[in-house]
């Protein structure tokens, strides 16, 4: 939703910071201000490891993806300013929406170079669609408000047809390119990891990754499968209180930390050889394997899995639908398709564990361990003549106290 393009000024309304929220939910004409010093960032990704709880994210992020979001508003920051489209209406994105529901101001400006104009720690407020500082006009952009947001929502979903229709034909054009996922004709790197025989369980940030992998605890601490970190996963893996086996990826969104925890690492490249996430590891000393192969990071570690004779795949946050692909600036899932494909029943999907159960404290059990306690308690005081003495008393006073 567009503001108005007038500078406002400020005025009586309270300023929010990190001490507090408006009162107000909704950012628009005359909407909450909010204050705090900004840190700068062009990768989502990265950014959010650094982010403190008050300050304000610059980004340049198109399209903001609902585990982008998520990050952003587990940060506890006030206010993202980005200079990309938050949605350009390719299709249904919920990012920004639920960022603003989190009640995080978010104000876009695609044609203004915030980068340049801002540098870190630069403390500013956000007024509106406008960003002062030192009580002057910085930049003016676009502010987003949840009416807006929903509207729009609704609107890029009963338009959906359109990108799947395109996302559809890209699939099938790369099917063909990436047959040999199908075939089998992949030439697996020398590991030292062990899958044979074994579960493995793969974790990758997508939606509800965190939760899935808490619902999945007793899984690990029980089975004790190989933990494979698909990039960023592997930091999820550590939160959780586990060690990651593996590591694979380009190694863009691994934290230092997990890179040295001991995992294996394998750089996923390109089937001409390229490898971008090799230099990261080979400047930090960090011994590695290439592996080369079409498709996405989550793929290919299935299909290692799977080649190296695991017994059963458990996946974490993997993408699979239409609106998770895009979000992940995909034009086709031709890879993930024929993964599934190949892989078949040993795939088991985690996706959305956390919200099919929530186990609670059963009856019968809880009443039976009362019982049995009781019982206890009873043999307990009536042998023991001490106890018992002690008992009847007791139950005396209580007599006389109710008036028996």
């Known amino acids: 939703m567009e503001s108005r393009r007038v500078i406002p000024r400020i005025g009586s309304r309270g300023v929010r910071n990190a001490g507090g929220r408006s009162a107000s939910g909704d950012i628009g004409p005359g909407g909450p201000q909010v204050a705090g010093p900004v840190r700068l960032g062009t990768r989502t990704k990265d950014l959010v490891k650094a982010l403190r709880p008050g300050e304000i994210a610059v980004i340049g992020h198109r399209n903001i993806d609902r585990v982008a979001a998520e990050d952003l508003a587990a940060s506890g920051i006030v206010a993202v300013l980005n200079t990309e489209p938050s949605s350009d209406d390719r299709y249904p994105n919920r990012g920004p929406l639920m960022l603003v529901e989190a009640g995080i101001v978010l104000v876009d400006f695609p044609e203004t170079d915030l980068f340049s104009l801002l540098s870190d720690g630069d403390r500013v407020v956000i007024d509106g669609p406008t960003i002062l500082r030192d009580g002057d006009p910085v930049a003016q952009g676009v502010a987003m408000d949840r009416a807006g947001l929903v509207k729009r929502l609704a609107r890029q979903e009963s338009e959906i047809h359109v990108a799947l229709a395109a996302f559809a034909e890209n699939t099938v054009t790369h099917v063909q390119r990436e047959s040999e996922i199908l075939t089998g004709d992949i030439a697996l790197p020398e590991i030292r990891t062990s899958f044979r025989d074994r579960h493995v369980l793969i974790v990758v940030r997508g939606p509800d990754y965190r939760s899935d992998l808490r619902a999945l605890d007793a899984y690990i601490r029980d089975v004790r ?164 003495d002690l008992f009847e008393l007791v139950w005396l006073k209580v007599k006389v106290s109710l008036g028996f």
């Open 225 to 388: 499968p190989v933990l494979v970190g698909v990039d960023g996963g592997a930091d999820a893996i550590i939160e959780a209180g586990h060690t990651p086996s593996v590591i694979l990826g380009d190694m863009d969104s691994a934290s230092d930390g997990a890179l040295e925890s001991g995992a294996e690492l394998i750089v996923h490249g390109y089937p001409d050889g390229r490898a971008p996430g090799r230099d990261r590891l080979a400047a930090a000393g960090l011994d590695h394997t290439v592996f080369p192969a079409d498709g996405t990071s989550q793929d290919v570690a299935m299909l290692l899995a799977y080649e190296m004779g695991a017994e059963m795949i458990v996946s974490v946050g993997a993408h699979f639908n239409l609106v998770e692909f895009l979000d992940k600036d995909r034009d086709g899932m031709s890879s993930t398709f024929l993964t599934r494909l190949r892989i078949g029943e040993s795939l088991v999907d985690a996706k959305g564990v956390s919200r099919l159960y929530s186990p609670g404290i059963p009856v019968g059990p809880l009443v039976a361990f009362l019982g049995a306690f009781v019982l206890l308690a009873a043999i307990v005081v009536f042998t023991s003549p001490a106890l018992a």
